[in-house]
């Protein structure tokens, strides 16, 4: 385990970090003094702080020693507990030397140099805080292997070292570092949305906190020597709270997987909370198929088609096949012939039943490729940078390693490509496997022409890495002819195709597949089929995929003589019919020639898929999109979201599959009118047309 003590190493710094830090400040100072205490102001002018570049952690600790006797110590992030209570009491103060991302200005979940410096560095200057901080520490770190106790004791820190209040002539001022940081938080105090109580012992140790959420509440001192008496009877009710029965359903002493919490990106989340919270919104965000070709009722009439046909073909009775379809099933499937018959017919991928393991849905099948292929420790899998969250964030709750590549308007770019896998190799670990989506990529909408297809292929067998094909949007082309899969042109085995039924017929099915055929020769030397060890993943997770989902795709597949292309033509022409009234509506409300303020504004025009990429010379975050929902009825996705680290910054991703064009009109002059607001600070007075520009 490496240790959480690191140096500063300065040149790592970029550009882009020096400005994240200086905008950090200017927030900071656009919020000004009024509420903040004596103690950090006093604190604050006597570091210095430089508001322009990031501080050298080395500078401001002989500067603070040689005020209160304290040093700084740099360190990667979050320290053990014990380290941390053992540090406190020698008067040493650990301060993270990473920087937020310039999409976390408002709240970044990792600790970070900002926060420990600007919110908690000038109270290490007051001799009355610092003496409550190191008694405290003593008392604490006699504690440090009783989990409730560390979780009683982390309150009284929480709720005053990061989220304390103390009286100052008759008005409450802020001390706590966690509120000085934080523009929502400070707003959530000055608004009195949450209430402020009297500081009390017994109240903080009972108040449990979120360190995620805006507080619900908060404590006032009257003065640090008030929280330094604390410290006389606190060991004592610690060991009073200890002795109370756990009455409630919180379950204690409890962990849970550490990458869900902190670094889990759920964009999914807060664009659902948005959605839900501006219901009157036009939303660009879900790239879900049109329910209006959903045709339910007619696909679960096709269980009987299925049910005719395996009678038939079998011999067996109607209630011997249906019975068996409602029984557990084979843990690969029983509709394989079939869908091996659809690949053949549809994509020009020649199999045999054997080689197909179908499953809950794309994202199961995701998750089995990555977990049979991948060792945690030593292989590493490449994703497409920006890319489809689903692949990224699994590899992320699973702790597997996980390198971006960088895309371009023909797909992932190969030289970027090749260039990762020679330095991830030459470290030590391995590239086992690349995510892609070859049509129409989500989020960009880019496209990999069949000479970049080919060359991917030859790389593959060259590195030794397997390619995990996404072919979500594939047969969503609005062009003359689709482009051939990486898997109907792998010579070499290297191709792992994923598809799914949620697009073409719906999403309700649940319905998805992983198509092998290729041997591999495991570490004894055996060669075994790639989809049978699949299969065994496959038995651990889910078992087997519903007998009646199954049947109702493998009657579909039947009924339409495996030509899904075909029967879905009219959804393809009502896809592209709005892809076009999207493309005439941003060309309207956002002409540069009739509006001068939409100059140097850009997006794509997809040939396939939901998609597009609009270029923007602001940066859109979180909070642009509860501005665009809560001031202009309108939401969209920020192509951020769908970065592994930075990136698109400038960019936002637009979907029209499941909007009529009613809708899509109305919210793209509601979107040009968020841009225009952005761009000059004035809003609309009138609704925007073609013609009244500014």
């Not at 106790?149 to 706590?176: C, H, P, Q």
């Not at 089995?368 to 699994?394: H, M, R």
């Not at 109907?488 to 994923?498: A, P, T």
């Not at 651990?540 to 989902?549: A, D, K, R, V």
């Amino acid at each position: 385990m490496s240790s959480p003590f690191v140096t500063q190493d300065e040149s790592l710094y970029q550009e882009t970090d020096h400005h994240t830090w200086s905008q950090l400040f200017e927030k900071q100072h656009q919020l000004g003094n009024e509420h903040l205490s004596s103690a950090y102001l006093e604190g604050y002018e006597k570091l210095g702080l430089n508001d322009r570049r990031i501080v050298r952690i080395e500078d401001i600790s002989r500067r603070l020693e040689a005020m209160s006797g304290w040093t700084l110590v740099p360190v990667a992030g979050l320290i053990p507990t014990r380290d941390f209570f053992y540090m406190l009491i020698n008067k040493k103060y650990p301060v993270t030397v990473y920087i937020r991302q310039p999409h976390e200005l408002d709240f970044s979940e990792q600790p970070d140099i900002f926060h420990d410096v600007y919110g908690h560095l000038p109270l290490l200057t007051n001799e009355k805080f610092t003496r409550f901080l190191t008694s405290y520490s003593i008392i604490a770190l006699k504690y440090v292997n009783n989990d409730r106790a560390v979780d009683f004791l982390g309150r009284l820190y929480w709720f005053t070292y990061e989220m304390g209040l103390i009286k100052e002539n008759g008005e409450s001022k802020v001390y706590g570092g966690a509120i000085i940081t934080s523009a929502e938080e400070r707003a959530n105090i000055e608004s009195g949305a949450a209430p402020v109580y009297p500081f009390a012992l017994d109240h903080v140790m009972n108040t449990p906190y979120n360190p995620y959420k805006l507080q619900q509440q908060y404590f006032v001192i009257n003065s640090f020597d008030e929280l330094f008496n604390v410290i006389e009877g606190l060991e004592a009710k610690l060991i009073e709270h200890l002795l109370l029965p756990q009455q409630d359903n919180v379950v204690r002493n409890f962990s849970l997987n550490d990458h869900i919490g902190k670094e889990f990106n759920d964009v999914i989340g807060f664009l659902n909370d948005t959605q839900f919270k501006y219901p009157e919104a036009i939303s660009f965000v879900a790239g879900q198929p049109d329910e209006r070709f959903f045709d339910i009722e007619d696909h679960i009439a096709s269980f009987d088609t299925y049910v005719r046909y395996r009678t038939e073909k079998t011999g067996s009775t109607r209630t011997e096949v249906v019975n068996k379809i409602g029984q557990y099933g084979k843990t690969k499937g029983f509709i394989n012939d079939l869908v091996a018959e659809y690949l053949k017919v549809e994509e020009d991928i020649k199999v045999t039943p054997e080689d197909i393991l179908m499953t809950v849905g794309a994202q199961e099948a995701f998750g089995i490729v990555v977990a049979t292929l991948c060792q945690q420790e030593k292989d590493v899998v490449l994703v497409e940078d920006p890319g489809y969250i689903g692949v990224s964030a699994f590899a992320k709750v699973f702790n597997y390693n996980m390198a971006g590549v960088s895309i371009d308007e023909e797909g992932i770019d190969l030289k970027a490509l090749r260039n990762k896998i020679l330095a991830i190799n030459g470290s030590g670990k391995r590239v086992k496997l690349l995510y892609v989506i070859p049509d129409y990529q989500n989020p960009s909408g880019s496209c990999m022409p069949i000479g970049n297809r080919l060359k991917l292929l030859e790389m593959a067998q060259q590195y030794n890495f397997m390619i995990l094909e996404d072919s979500v949007y594939n047969s969503f082309t609005y062009a003359q002819k689709k482009n051939p899969t990486l898997k109907s042109l792998d010579r070499y085995g290297r191709v792992l195709y994923v598809g799914s039924f949620s697009k073409s017929l719906f999403p309700g099915l649940r319905i998805g597949m992983i198509v092998g055929g290729q041997l591999v020769e495991n570490h004894c030397g055996d060669r075994v089929s790639l989809i049978d060890e699949m299969t065994k993943v496959k038995a651990q997770m889910t078992n087997n995929t519903s007998g009646i989902s199954q049947a109702m795709l493998g009657g579909v597949l039947l009924a339409k003589n495996f030509r899904l292309s075909e029967w879905n033509r009219a959804k393809f022409e009502s896809y592209k019919m709005k892809r076009d009234h999207m493309l005439a509506a941003l060309d309207k409300y956002l002409d540069p020639q009739t509006h001068e303020w939409a100059a140097g504004i850009r997006w794509t025009r997809p040939e396939g898929g939901f998609f597009i990429k609009m270029s923007l010379p602001f940066e859109v975050d979180d909070q642009s999109v509860m501005d665009a929902a809560s001031q202009f009825h309108v939401i969209f996705s920020p192509m951020r979201y769908f970065y592994l680290k930075t990136g698109g910054e400038h960019e936002l991703r637009l979907t029209f599959s499941n909007l009529s064009r009613e809708m899509i009109e109305k919210g793209v002059r509601q979107l040009a009118q968020f841009i225009r607001w952005n761009v000059t600070g004035v809003k609309a007075t009138q609704p925007l047309t073609a013609g009244n520009a500014i």
